[in-house]
């Protein structure tokens, strides 16, 4: 997608009116309009950059505080019990807008949304020589 078409680019340049919780040089933070929860928001880069596979290094350490301090922010404006922080990284992983975001959504041990292993998921333990032989990979892989 161009940056010409991409929604968040968009909203970064004012095209497409937006709720900014905070904005520097770098980001900006805003809500989310299809809220999972009363506090959703998004916080994206300035620059297009499709995802964490392309996204410069300097810039994902200046989202990484940002982050840190919307998480924050969130938790403290809805007293929520916590905060969950979301990107996914291509199609595969459930991306549909091809730029960088990070969601933050509150969320309470009650609430039907979130992050959830498989109820079995922690049955078995891998064997260790395919962890290694996986960690191998990874280390290898550039």
């Known amino acids: 997608m ?3 078409n991409c929604i968040f680019c968009k909203i970064i340049r004012g095209e497409i009116p937006s709720s900014v919780i905070f904005e520097d040089e770098h ?3 805003f809500m ?14 300035r620059k297009h950059y499709e995802n964490m596979f392309d996204v410069d290094a300097d ?12 998480t924050r922010q969130v938790r403290n404006a809805t007293g ?3 905060v969950l922080n979301i990107a996914a990284n291509g199609a595969g992983a459930g991306q549909d807008v091809p730029h960088l975001h990070f969601h933050a959504i509150p969320r309470n041990k009650e609430s039907s949304f979130g992050f959830k292993f498989p109820p079995d998921y922690r049955d ?5 020589e395919e962890l290694d032989e996986m960690a191998e990979r990874i280390r290898k892989a550039v």
């Open 124 to 128: 078995s333990m891998a064997p260790r």
């Open 2 to 4: 161009s940056e010409e």
């Open 27 to 29: 980001c900006l933070a």
């Open 32 to 45: 989310d309009v299809f809220p999972i929860a009363a506090g959703h928001c998004l916080l994206i880069p």
């Open 59 to 70: 810039i994902v350490a200046h989202l990484a505080k940002r982050l840190r301090d919307l």
């Open 80 to 82: 929520a019990e916590g």
